[in-house]
């Protein structure tokens, strides 16, 4: 209750049967009706990268920006709707920003082309070489808040839904509240 009271901006649901009612009533099933089922979700421990939580939601029939994976190698850039924002997508890397694997506002394919080399040389610095990378992901930039989803389970808390404001500055005000959480977990 602390938190929440530190914490207007957040909403905090206990319960999955809680956190899915409260996602349902946000986003309400569209005619064709969409119910989460286990299909939609990984096995227990499993990270879903970003790429991966597209899929999740989009057959939830949660509206997402229109991207496609540009899987390796990399030759020709997937069509787009231009401007759009390339990211990395790696297994383990929770802080692509930091590590500039990230790049906004590309306006045509050579600066796709130029994201990817630019993406790729970063992480090689940052020690992730390009056989790690699963692939690009090009997604149509808008404009407009951003919504970051996040579904976790703590051994202590149980399963739950974070939902913030997104953005490229998302990772520090995430590290912040997961900080906070953490030392609420250890009262």
Not at 96 to 111: I, S, T
């Amino acid at each position: 209750r602390e938190y929440q009271r530190k914490h207007p901006e957040m909403l905090i649901v206990q319960g999955l049967q809680s956190t899915i009612a409260a996602l349902a009533h946000l986003y309400p099933a569209g005619p064709g009706g969409a119910a989460a089922t286990s299909a939609t979700a990984g096995p227990a421990g499993t990270i879903v990268d970003e790429a991966g939580g597209r899929d999740v939601l989009t057959q939830l029939k949660v509206p997402v920006v229109s991207g496609t994976l540009w899987a390796p190698p990399f030759e020709t850039p997937p069509g787009a709707s231009y401007p759009c924002v390339v990211k990395a997508v790696v297994p383990g890397l929770a802080h692509r920003a930091r590590l500039g694997a990230v790049v906004v506002g590309c306006r045509d394919a050579a600066e796709v082309t130029a994201a990817r080399d630019t993406i790729l040389a970063n992480l090689a610095r940052a020690g992730f070489p390009a056989g790690k990378v699963e692939g690009l992901l090009v997604e149509e930039m808008v404009f407009g808040p951003e919504l970051l989803v996040g579904f976790s389970r703590d051994p202590w808390y149980g399963p739950y839904v974070a939902l913030a404001r997104g953005g490229v500055n998302v990772e520090e005000r995430s590290e912040e509240h997961t900080s906070e959480l953490q030392s609420h977990h250890d009262l």
